[in-house]
Nanobody, 118 residues
Framework: QVQLVESGGGLVQPGGSLRLSCAAS????????MGWYRQAPGKERELVAT???????NYADSVKGRFTISRDNAKNTVYLQMNSLKPEDTAVYYC????????????WGQGTQVTVSS
């Protein structure tokens, strides 16, 4: 299993920026893809962005052009730079990992709260 700890959330005004971090530990040698997900109140968890070990990225349409995912493989850490934040980005943000078989291998953590409000 892979343990994940998210950090970096907070309260920000519309148009502001935040950078989230997620540190992985445990069976990290099995990780192929790392990704960010979010869950807003009353809604299901949704994919925000993913990045493979080779650097390929995938973004939800709602965040394209505003969010950037990056990885530091040496630190087993994935980041999410969020710019031009909107109130609809308000959610608990989680990270997780997949192996090369696209199986989710991370233990869902507590996430980090992002609140976009004036």
């Amino acid at each position: 299993q892979v343990q994940l700890v998210e950090s970096g959330g907070g309260l920000v005004q519309p148009g502001g920026s935040l950078r989230l971090s997620c540190a992985a530990s445990g069976s990290i040698f099995t990780i192929e893809t790392m990704g960010w997900y979010r869950q807003a109140p009353g809604k299901e968890r949704e994919l925000v962005a993913t990045m493979t070990s080779g650097g390929s990225t995938n973004y939800a349409d709602s965040v394209k052009g505003r969010f950037t995912i990056s990885r530091d493989n040496a630190k087993n850490t994935v980041y999410l730079q969020m710019n031009s934040l909107k109130p609809e980005d308000t959610a608990v943000y989680y990270c997780n990992a997949q192996n090369r078989f696209l199986t989710t291998i991370g233990v869902w953590g507590q996430g980090t709260q992002v609140t976009v409000s004036s």
